[in-house]
């Protein structure tokens, strides 16, 4: 959720299953999928996120404010994973 260019996704990719990255931004999702290929990215936000409910074992948030509204939540599955990290230093 909130992919963007798709920083994050080396640690995501290392560990294994497929990914699926969200990303409101073209230009961002253009940048991620000429990078990771292998990564599906769609269009959405967390307040609109274009997949069923329930369907995900985790939701990933590289930045907490990506993940402010409980509807990027409901992708997971009940027992799922759901992270939202913050950035602490600048890049």
Do not use: N, Y
Request: net charge negative.
């Amino acid at each position: 959720m909130g992919a963007g260019t798709g920083k994050f996704l080396p640690l995501l990719l290392g560990c294994g299953g497929e990914i699926l990255a969200v990303e409101p931004a073209a230009a961002m999702r253009e940048q991620l999928t000429a990078a990771f290929p292998q990564v599906e990215a769609l269009a959405g936000t967390a307040e609109a996120v274009p997949l069923p409910d329930v369907l995900v074992d985790a939701v990933v948030c590289p930045e907490a404010r990506s993940c402010a509204s409980e509807v990027a939540w409901s992708a997971s599955r009940p027992c799922g994973c759901r992270l939202a990290a913050r950035r602490s230093v600048a890049d």
